[in-house]
């Protein structure tokens, strides 16, 4: 049992700690996907003072059908990568709240992060990992039936379409580079887009264009996913008749676009155009002692592996800050 | 079984190919640690013609004791982690040769990798990820007892020395956080510096100071470190009489630095004053079609999460500049 080596620093009974008011802790994390949750077992490790407030345990993992792109593990579906990973911070005596959202931080040598329901938590440092969020389309069957057809990424998830008809949603460069993921592997791909043209980039659109099995329905928007347990098909309308019809596919992807949780650290902190917070390759912010790190910073590409490499460094950085300062 | 839900794209019968010198490929991967696994996971995804050229299997992690700071595993060996990163890219036909080195790149809209054999390779992206290696003291035992009481890395294997006697080697900033680090878990942290005084930034120091179990001897070097299956002690010899005596301890982190494996591509990509090959946040180099990831960049902080994010995004960023040159 090589685990007991370390058993002297981390005892797996030590379970999740309350938050305790008076506490200026060295490092408070904000997020709990994979940027949050490596930041959170780096911090520990280097024997920080730390917290974690989490919305939504796993993030944007915790909605992905199957994961084949996460080095270690061939095939993982998301629910059982988030469990790995909550039990990994688990064995660590961290401050924990889960379902609580940041509402503002208060700049300062000490930071105060003021949650939704009033209480607040002092900290040296925070690391901000609070991802983004889908642009949902917001119709009937689509909440319901996410992972079970209805997917954002297809990065992630268009192997799993091997051989299926599916649609995409959107026209811009995320809905083409989407389809065109799926042209590759699915049987047919159906992309509805709501103008009469597509906004994507003239190369991409080309691109799309060398694949017979692709097929542009415009004018049209998506009012609602069909399925049970999996989904059967989408209606879709068009804009200028009202006219519906039923799409018969096994998956939907909705390519609309991300949304940055960002919005209790504007004016805070320098953003991009897109909202994110702009960080360096150590994952500072324009302000001392707040890192940041994951989907919500404008480091390139979204995945799993990135996000988790970025809450490393921003974790080594904090813990590097505090070196200095004390 | 889940995993035959891809089944139409990737099929775990195919093998590693040989490489085909008549081939253009689209990417060609420098290196088999977690930066160029990870990318060959994901080019060979994104459809690419992909091959990868590896030194020696798993980089640095093959040489690492055990790992509890790669999400997804409580506790793994280098071992083993290297085996499933292994498996995982086998799973593809990906062009593949291991125990080779590159020795020069000729750049051009297609680009020539030549070999140490005096074979060549054509490829439109070169992804480098061709790691660091530890500088080595050089003496007997050292090789035998790598990751049986030799460590390189205290961020990684600092824990598992909780409780015992260990030896440091090196007066530096890394020889001083790594004393730092240790001298929280182990027993008695000795440091052993060649020179008279420390070379490290004042502040480290002064933080190393803090500790009481901490002992430092100036002016001797490491000659040999003893023990059959593990460490069991050090031979140190003073620089100014020559005089031999042994400490005893259970293990020994060599902290005199660590050099990028960047000489093949000396004078074609800027670097930086340690030779690491400069970066943007998406990998690309000063070449275009030219990406790097991993330890061998400038990316701070050398861990696995961190490099094979970085792997993630040159192979995103490499199937990009594919997609608008094509």
Known sequence: MEINLSAGLFTPEKNFLQFDESTVYDTVIVGGGPAGLTAAVYCMRKGLAAGIIIKDMGGQVAETAGIENYLGFRYVNGAELVDKFREQVLQFGIAFREGATVTSIQDGSVKRLVLDDGTSVSTRTVIIASGKS??????????????????????????????????????????????????????????????????????????????????????HGVTEILGEERVRGVSIRSVGTGETRNLEVQGIFIEIGLVPNSGFVKGLLEMNESGEIVVDSACATSRPGIFAAGDVTSVPFKQIIIAGGEGAKAALSAAEYILTQK
């Open 134 to 219: 889908w642009r949902r389309l917001g119709v009937k069957g689509e909440r319901e039936l996410t992972g079970r057809g209805v997917a954002y990424c297809s990065t992630c998830d268009a192997p799993f379409f091997a051989g299926k008809d599916v649609a995409v949603v959107g026209g811009g460069n995320s809905g083409i580079e989407s389809a065109i993921d799926l042209a590759k592997v699915a049987s047919r791909v159906v992309l509805v887009q709501n103008l009469d043209s597509l906004t994507a980039d003239r190369i991409l659109v080309d691109r799309l264009g060398e694949y017979g099995n692709v097929e542009i329905i415009y004018g």
